[in-house]
């Protein structure tokens, strides 16, 4: 193990705590900065849309720290909140922050997270307008839902429709606006689509696919309502707008430090061991895009779990090691009363098989659906069925061949059907 001086980080979300983490447990013993613009010691993002938006009040909000409290201290982290990185000096290796001081560095890392992307319509300082990326965001907006009476969102992506389920369990009236024609149209095949938005449907969701705003009149007076007419000639009343179109990497300090940004997805480019184009300065998280083949191309993958191996790869690497990054995406969300999780990635082309019982019936329902590239599973989404999603990774993670018939089986488990996928791919040792 390299062991530099000192390491500063920059952004205290979730790919920065898990790199302290990591960095403490490979043993180094120096100078960890952690630099981050909000209040809060890095907390979890994912409860932001579901249990600590669900939650009556500040009293009764789920835990959300990505650490315990106190960690910080023990581990001697020099934790600075509050106060964000305005300036990057590579050459002198030198950062300044926003209150004038600087900080030294051997290492940096970049965690720098994703800023909401805005629409011009809703500004966000105009009246019951609310982006959600912040814990601050999440309260402001709760808030709101305590006497908001319908909710309308915009974009039906998976934070939105996660929006829009929290909404309607606390008794609002919800509505999601999509431009594309279906829910969650860049991440899963329109039969999926079709089920979710089914569901969102049964829960009492009002989707309006294919539409976008043609004209929106603001609030005239405190508790007047948004008027927003679609393209079709609907016109909603809403008490509360939530934009919720996706996120662009916040970049700005590295592209001011004259870091290689990505040109088509705005990531700050890195390689499968978190390097940026400074020898010194690595980034992990939703500000990456990561080259991982000889194609060159940049991926972004804004999720929990990218987050967290990033930071673990980012660390390791910054102590001169290497450690392997996972073989596969995999996320999760929670909305309209199911667990949906999604291993591997979608692309054009796959054929999905279904194994399961989508309709639910008297019990939610459970299935798996798998997307096949010539029989080899390239992206799965399991909807209730996170164990059999594990017990499928291995077979994802050895890239072989499935028979979709033999899948769909439901008198073997899918334990016994990886087992044996693998057991028949596995060398004959010689007798
Ligand atoms: C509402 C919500 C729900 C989500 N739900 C899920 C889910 O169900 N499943 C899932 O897999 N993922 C989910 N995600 C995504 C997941 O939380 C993110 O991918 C993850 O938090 C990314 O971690 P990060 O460390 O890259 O960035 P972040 O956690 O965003 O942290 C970045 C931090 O850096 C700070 N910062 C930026 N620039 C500076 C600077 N110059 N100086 C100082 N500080 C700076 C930012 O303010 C921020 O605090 C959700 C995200 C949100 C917002």
Redesign the pocket.
Known sequence: MSSPASILI?????????AVAALRGHGYSGRISL????AHP?????????DLLVAESSDTEPTIGVKPAGFYEENQVDLKLG????QLDTTGKVATL?DGRTVGFDKCLL????L?RTLPDFPEAAPNVFY???LDD?RRLRAAMQTGKHVVIVGAG??GL?IASTALSKGLKASVIEYAPRALARVVPPEFSGWLEAQAAQSGATLHLGQATREVVAPSAPGATWQLTLNNGAVLSADLVVVAVG?TA?T??ARNAGLAIDTHNGGIVVDTQCRTSHGDIFA?????SQVRDASGAGMR???????NE??RIAAAAMLGETAEPAAYP?????QFGHNIQMLGLPQAGLHYVTRGDTSGGASPAKFIMVGLHDNIPMHAIAVNAGGDLRALRPVFEAGLAIDPSQFTDTSVTVRAFAKQVLAQAAPVSPA
């Open positions: 920059v952004g205290a979300g979730q790919a920065a705590a898990v630099v981050g613009d909000e890095p907390y979890e993002r994912p409860p932001l849309s579901k106060l964000s990185v305005t926003s965690a720098t997270g994703g909401a959600l990326r912040t999440a998976f934070l996660e996120l916040n700005s300090l992990a998280g939703d500000c990456t993958l804004e999720s929990w779990q990218n987050a990033q930071a995999w996320f999760w969300t929670d």
